[in-house]
């Protein structure tokens, strides 16, 4: 039978050539892998098997090309990861016929075993979904498991086998689940990576209070907090029991790239609950940090608690200006404080690139803000306590910074 697949151009494979970039090309070469995932997707649209095939080429041609580019900085590893989460439901998606994909395993396989940094790791994590077929990945699973268990059964200390967690997605795959449980209790030492297969295992076994024990069994020295702690809260959250995920990991298992996005992913998995008092309660957990927390509070129109919060730790300077910018028409007196709380902060040496235009810029927009509520005097007044307060080389800066723009200081009483 002729397996061929289907004939296309593809423009990806000539960039991705062994040692075609060399050791200061990583963002050519992130640059590179967005270039073929978008190609590839573009074919998977019209043709998933074709798609498929241009996933396969690429993943055999990642780790040959890459193989001396600096990837210290993470940057690398990332595009890769992002590009296989991607590519890896095309794969299993398509609709091949039994030698098209058996001649796919066998390449990725290959790609796999050679692959230097396990760039090809999160491929390895679904073998079973990507075998496709109960009686594919029974067949990897009876290959992969002898092995396996070598490897962990193996009393000399750091044996390593690259096929450890397509084994168990296979085994998991099929049904396999206590053979899953019963190869974890091999290793020496807990390592979340594979003892999530075994949660899966109790899960598919129906057994969820034990899986949430299993995995709350597996913390230790070096093991993800954070992805055990969503682990557990998604079991709870599926079993109806939202108050108790709430309480016990919604907070600790909240992730985003700001204090924010951390309040808007626990708010969207809990509906139900209030916003304020999630934000309360999220802000009970970082003692000492709550002024990170104010464009949360702004955000929800809790300008009183925004200022508290901006007061009593450091804020960002330019936040709390571009928040007093915002709100100089609606808002008046929340712009003066937290145009005072800029002020305040940048005397006291927070900021990332400050300049003088920023200083400048809090105190007209404290002055504007006064008079708005007819209070210029005692804001002047208010500024000129800060600005001579102490002597400090970051108070000088700001001083400097307001020479010749502050009003005359008024007499005192």
Known sequence: MDIKPAI????????????????????LACQRIREAVSEIKRIAKTDAVLGAEGAVR?????WPALEYVDSSSGALGSAVANALDVLVPILIAAPAEDP???MWLDRMWKAIEEDGVDYLGPVADRWGEIC?????????ADVLCPTLQACWSDPQPGAYFKGSTACLSCLLVVGRHQEVLDLLELPRYLFWHYRR????????????????????????????????????EEILISSGLHEEAYQRYGLRAATGTSYLARFRAVAKRYPMKDKTAILSDLIATTSGEEGKWFATAKDLKLYDLALELAHKSPCDPKTLTRAARDHLDTQPAFTLGSAMAALRW?????????????????????????????DIDD??????QLIESNQSASMQFVRRA????????????
């Open 346 to 374: 940048l005397s006291e040496g927070w900021g990332y690139e400050v300049t003088s235009t920023d200083v400048v810029e809090a105190h007209d927009l404290a002055m504007d803000a006064a008079s708005k509520l007819n």
């Open 8 to 27: 296309h151009k593809w423009q990806f494979p000539n960039r991705f050539r062994a040692g075609a970039l060399g050791w200061r090309a990583s963002r």
């Open 58 to 62: 690429l993943m055999e041609r990642l």
């Open 197 to 232: 297969y075994g949660m899966q295992a109790l899960l598919a076994m129906d057994k969820k209070a034990e899986a949430v024990q299993y995995a709350e069994a597996s913390r230790g020295l070096n093991q993800p907090d954070g992805a055990i702690d969503r682990a557990c």
């Open 379 to 384: 804001v002047a007044d208010q500024i000129w």
């Open 132 to 140: 496709a077929s109960t009686d594919r990945a029974n067949r990897w």
């Open 100 to 102: 098209v994909r058996n």
């Open 402 to 413: 307001l020479h010749g723009r502050m009003r005359m200081r008024p007499p005192s009483n």
